[in-house]
């Protein structure tokens, strides 16, 4: 058991590799720490990485999650999204933040994608206004934006080291999308499938380690939901212009369970054990639960 002076918001593991078990953490102070967790007096890694409380964290390229550089993704509500490389002392090696007069957002949710080999790697990020932002880390550019009219919670792509194959993405007021990314229309963008759940807020989606169209949604009436995704029998088709658009598929109930009164506002899968799960909620509590008969989905 160890306290710190700051109150920590979110953690990953997902830069280190499993040998280290280095945590990284950000903190009410805008800070950017990494942990030894056999020495955790000290961090191995610190910086002021944003003005603002760092709501949300991601890591990649630890833990055999995705190729290249092991990198952390912060999301403040100073409205900046920062890429971080341990091995570079305070700075990022990216920076995405509003453009000149454009009026900064609480970015609420990050993670990392497309890292399936050295050069290929993006970052989704989710904000209070709705707004999904699609940064490409190779050409350092805006790859793609929509708005779901309603504040971002959770973003999660269904593997980090692939090919870009699914985003799923949760809001405040109990509905998700989950967008088909094989695809880019130059306009239309992705294709997306949405479902409402509840009327209260959906604070995580996590996808099963072991099967990519299974995942559970954690919700503010204390309650889960496992879903899986159907494809559609065709994956893409052409526009009238030519253009290949995508085609969104379906997504069907498996289960659900109410476990508190309070939200469940964080959710993780074990890589290893197949249908074991923990989840924390407003309550102070925490449960390890175990998910049966995932294999005859």
């Known amino acids: 058991k160890i306290e710190k002076a700051k109150p920590i918001k979110c953690g990953t593991f997902g830069a280190t590799s499993l040998q280290q078990r280095y945590l990284a953490t950000g903190d009410f102070g805008g800070n950017l720490n990494i942990w030894n967790l056999e020495a955790p007096e000290i961090p191995v890694y610190s910086v002021k990485g944003h003005k603002e409380i760092i709501n949300s964290i991601d890591g990649v390229g630890g833990l055999g999650i995705g190729e290249g550089a092991p990198e952390i993704v912060t999301g403040s509500r100073d409205g900046t999204v920062k890429v971080w490389d341990p091995r570079q002392k305070d700075t990022p090696v990216a920076n995405m933040e ?25 970052v ?48 405040l007021e109990g509905k998700f999308h989950v967008f088909d990314m094989r695809t880019q229309h130059p306009t239309k963008g992705f294709a997306s499938v949405s479902e409402k759940v509840q009327k209260s807020t959906i604070w995580q989606v996590r996808h099963l380690p072991q099967n990519r169209d299974i995942f559970m949604t954690s ?31 379906s997504v069907s109930l498996l289960q659900n369970v109410t476990l508190s009164t309070q939200p469940i506002s964080s959710l993780d899968w074990s890589p290893d054990k197949k249908g074991l799960c923990v989840c924390g909620a407003f309550d102070q509590t925490l449960r390890v639960l175990i998910v049966t008969k995932l294999n005859k989905v």
């Open 219 to 249: 919700g503010g009436a204390g309650s889960l939901h496992l879903w899986k995704y159907e494809y559609p029998a065709q994956r893409s088709k052409k526009d009238s212009e030519g253009a290949e658009m995508g085609v969104a598929g």
């Open 124 to 171: 989704c990020a989710g904000y209070d206004n709705g707004d999904i932002k699609l940064f490409d880390l190779k050409t350092m550019s805006l790859r793609w934006e929509t708005n779901i009219k309603n504040g971002v919670c959770s973003v999660e792509f269904d593997r980090k080291d692939v090919n870009m194959n699914k985003l799923v993405a949760t809001s």
């Open 98 to 122: 509003p453009v000149q007069g454009e009026s900064k957002r609480d970015c609420w949710t990050v993670a990392f994608g497309n890292a399936y080999n050295q050069e290929e790697r993006v």
